[in-house]
């Protein structure tokens, strides 16, 4: 079994779908083993794979390298349902999680937040990072079946005082006007990304959570705006499967499962519309020759 690749993006692949147990880089610094996936060694867990198939992801970042790891854990885990805290635990389940530590490091945070809202010019940055991380506390807090703390409950009562309801009380319309500008923005983006990568500009196109495309390369395979190659044949096998409404949830592409079938078919952690491929494989032509 292979268990060198030279592009990170593999590396989080193979972890995300659960397809080996481990693998690493050709240097060392990003690897799993298991279920938890580090960066630079065991000091550094990115994210865990639980039971049930939840991602615990870490809120920590040390470098500019472990947050680019950071980025690529999470565009292949972005078909999994995640909870973020800062203490991913590395042991077995039994010997159990740093609640303690996490909710403090929260609180701290929360703190930090209330300590610069006082004297902001603008209080919607620090409005909106409390309610980000009080989304965070309910979420792990829930998924553990845990009690928050003590401590954060009463902090939570310090959040009522007048300076903060003050703008925290129209926030709804507020985020919805930036909801709206964002989502303009990010079509645009996302957009400019797919045409570089269309006309090989770009070896990668990272999509948000959007749909992925594909693209015919050099070596005449079919290939995935997350860098994933398909040989033509099983392409067009695919295709015919997907065309006639034969595909099904629990089949396999390479080694990714075919999670969802719909309007939308989601093939690991990739997403297509069923009307893209479809069109897609109707113009796709055998290559003159096919590099293997």
Known sequence: MRKVFSKPEDVAHLWANRHQ???????GNFYFSGDIIYSYGSHFPIARIMEDGTVMFTLDSYSNTT???ISVVRSACSHRKKIYCYRINTYKAESGWDHTGNFSTWQTHIEDNLKSLARARKPEKYIGAIESIQEDVRKYADYFKIEI?????ELYKDLTYSG???YAKDRAERLAL??????RKRKIDQAQ?????LTGETSRAYLNGGYD???VNAKGRVETTQMVEIPYEIAKMFHKLVKTNKV???DTLLNFSVLEVGKVIKIGCHRFRKTYLVKFGNNLKKPKKIID
């Open 178 to 183: 930036l909801k709206k500008e964002q989502d």
């Open 21 to 27: 147990d481990e693998a690493r880089t050709p240097t």
């Open 67 to 69: 947050a680019k790891h």
């Open 248 to 250: 099904k949830v629990g």
């Open 149 to 153: 703390s003590l401590e954060l409950q």
């Open 164 to 166: 903060y309801t003050q």
């Open 213 to 215: 495309f594909l693209r």
């Open 193 to 197: 990304k797919i045409r570089l990568w």
